[in-house]
């Protein structure tokens, strides 16, 4: 990459090109702003036919609806996705508890997406509303009262009001900010395959939860579903090793008959890890998406909270900038903060619960579990309440 130490002025630069950040690239742009976006590497293009990616992530009827208004979900619709109309909960394969749709007189409770695509289709409609620096990354950070600069690895620089760091749990950017960050990591890991099944495309996503940890499946379009088995992380490692043939097996052997006679066509695995940023700005950076938090994914939460994080910051910019505020202020900056890190934390607390009570074998846990199933199962206001919610209504 030649070297190229010259400055050009944004109004916003976002470092970290994935779902969340190219969301608030988009949105910004479609607003007038002048954007850059920095990212290490270009999504890869759609090939119809080709294997489903690994990482899926479910998406609330929120966050598609904010999708649809960026005029991305247009686009992976004509991709690959998977609507689900039920989510069930259970510990024992015949006490299932469902969460339907029709509860909330809604069509669908959310969407199974592949990661890779609702990038593509974000990235589909820049056109020249975003500048794209890629394939680049950040090698400094500069900060003064009325500005921020960041130098790439050309040598390039590019200032602007306000910097947005979407890079990920292990954000860059975060660090150079100075903005420090409290977490821990999980006793367990999560193992991903992707696998035919013996059904038609299903409606359906379930977890079963045992005292070693949850088992769950995602459905995925046509005879095909994504399964996550949560477990103590050396044995998930050992199940990673396995063979097709061997894992599929295995999941046959340790997941309820709801599974069927699947067939294992690939697998991955991950550490699972929570992270909360000690603020979510520092001068004229600011954290969103998994730079500001990562959370157990066992409700799949974590991409809708990165959206509706997203949707505020760009919904407050855009404010700014329409009454000729400065958009990169401490007001705009401690308002997004106040919003967004309260909410984001009691999710990762309501998970940190759920796991707590849902992943021990001890037997008063074991009972309050039993008898939390047993009224969800029961009452058609707690199973409205919980539908309302998994779709993303306040």
């Known amino acids: 990459m030649s070297s190229d130490t010259s400055s050009t002025q944004f109004d916003i630069s976002i470092v970290g090109g994935g779902m969340v950040g190219a969301a608030i690239a988009l949105a910004l742009g479609q607003a007038g702003l002048q954007v850059a976006l920095v990212e290490r590497q270009l999504p890869a293009d759609f090939i119809a036919g ?12 929120a966050s598609e609806a904010w999708l649809t208004e960026l005029g991305a979900w247009q686009a992976l619709s004509k991709m690959r996705l998977c ?3 039920r989510l069930q909960a259970f510990e024992q394969p015949h006490s299932v508890v469902t969460f339907n749709a029709a509860d909330i007189k809604r069509t669908h409770l959310g969407h199974i997406v ?5 990038q593509q289709a974000l990235w589909q409609q820049f056109g020249s509303k975003v500048q ?5 990354s950040v090698t400094a950070l500069e900060q003064n009262a009325d500005s921020a600069v960041l130098t790439l690895d050309s040598g390039k620089q590019l200032c602007s009001k306000l910097v947005i760091a ?5 954000s860059q950017l975060r660090r150079l900010a100075g903005i420090g960050s409290n977490g821990w990591q999980y006793r367990q890991a999560c193992l991903v395959a992707l696998v035919n099944t013996p059904y038609p495309q299903q409606d359906v996503t379930w977890q079963q939860f045992t005292p070693t940890g949850p088992k769950a499946f995602l459905p995925l379009n046509g005879q ?8 103590e992380a050396t044995k998930v490692k ?3 090793a396995l063979s097709p043939a061997q894992l599929t097996q295995q999941l046959i052997n340790a997941f309820p008959p709801q599974i069927g006679e699947v067939q294992v066509v690939a697998s991955s695995w991950f550490p699972l890890a929570r992270m909360d940023a000690n603020r979510y700005y520092a001068g004229r950076v600011v954290l969103a998406g998994d730079a500001a938090h990562t959370i157990n994914p066992l409700a799949g939460q974590g991409v809708n909270l990165g959206f509706a994080d997203a949707k505020l910051l760009t ?5 700014a900038r329409r009454h000729n505020d400065d958009i990169g202020s401490v007001q705009l900056l401690q308002r997004y903060q106040r919003k967004r890190k309260p909410a984001n934390l009691l999710m990762m607390s309501a998970m940190d619960g759920f796991y707590q009570v849902f992943g021990n074998d001890i037997a008063p846990l074991r009972t309050v579990r039993q008898l939390a199933l047993s009224v969800a199962s029961r009452s058609t206001l707690l199973k409205t309440l919980v539908a309302r919610y998994a779709v993303g209504s306040e």
């Open 166 to 170: 979407a890079d990920g749990g292990n």
């Open 238 to 240: 050992q199940l990673a």
């Open 114 to 118: 592949e990661n890779n695509l609702l």
């Open 224 to 231: 095909q579903g994504s399964v996550v088995w949560y477990e």
């Open 50 to 61: 080709s294997l489903p990616d690994l990482r899926v992530s479910s998406i609330n009827l």
């Open 315 to 319: 919904e407050l910019i855009i404010d």
């Open 132 to 136: 794209l620096f890629c394939p680049a």
């Open 83 to 85: 609507p689900y109309q």
